[in-house]
């Protein structure tokens, strides 16, 4: 159980495009999904807490303008990386928290993003 | 400031080895999770750890969470090469329930 996935899982954009990524929780409904960046060989870096139906919480230092995140349904959040750059490049990482016990989060595969 | 410091960053070591990494906070953690992460792939959770002086073993690991609930180590014995990963421990600040806290992590290579 606790299975999430995300799509695509590699993607490569020219610059000042947007991309959006999805984040699906397959066998559990996640009232709270978030979005981490990971740099190479660094941890990962909380971006946003998405939750369902209402605005997601940003970071201090993350743009809210440049990267969208809709959380429409229990088991879908997305994040759209607008107008892309060079220095957008990095592995996006979404995860879902479970809505009981002591809040385990559960990971997607991640998504590698290259802006050219 | 970094919440959560691992330590060390970086251990290579032979097949059969043992060896422990730390994760240490000068803050009180509700609950701690261990992740393990391979290259191009999301982490992986290995255990949450709730209560202070906790210990638990998932097969050659072993998970301690501190008796102040600050820090926790893992040590793995008989380290395979299937071990080898990026090592993240993470836990949620007393009072912040839904943000995550990631370590600094710790690369481990395992070497035939």
């Known amino acids: 159980g606790a299975v999430v996935s995300q799509h695509p899982s590699w993607v490569i954009c020219k610059s000042g495009t947007s991309v959006k990524i999805e984040c699906r929780s397959l066998d559990f409904q996640a009232t709270t999904m978030f979005w981490y960046r990971q740099f190479p060989k660094q941890s990962l870096m909380l971006m946003a807490t998405s939750n369902e139906g209402s605005k997601a919480t940003y970071e201090q230092g993350v743009e809210k303008d440049k990267f969208l995140i809709n959380h429409a349904s229990l088991t879908l959040s997305t994040l759209t990386v607008t107008s892309a750059h060079p220095e957008d490049s990095s592995f996006y990482i979404c995860?879902?928290?479970?809505?009981?016990?002591?809040?385990?989060?559960?990971f997607g595969p991640g998504t590698r993003l290259t802006v050219t | 400031t970094q919440l959560l410091e691992q330590s060390p960053q970086f251990l290579s070591i032979q097949e059969g080895e043992n060896l422990t990494v730390y994760c240490n906070s000068s803050s009180v953690f509700s609950s701690l999770q261990w992740y393990r992460q391979e290259p191009g792939e999301g982490p992986v959770l290995l255990v949450t750890v709730v209560t202070g002086g906790e210990v638990k073993k998932l097969k050659r690991l072993t998970f301690q969470f501190g008796d102040a609930r600050k820090d926790s180590s893992l040590h793995i014995t008989a380290a395979q090469p299937g071990d080898t990963g990026l090592y993240l421990c993470a836990g949620h600040v007393t009072g912040t329930a839904s943000k995550l806290t990631f370590g600094t992590g710790t690369r481990l290579q395992v070497t035939l």
């Open positions: 995860s879902a928290r479970v809505t009981s016990g002591p809040y385990e989060q559960y």
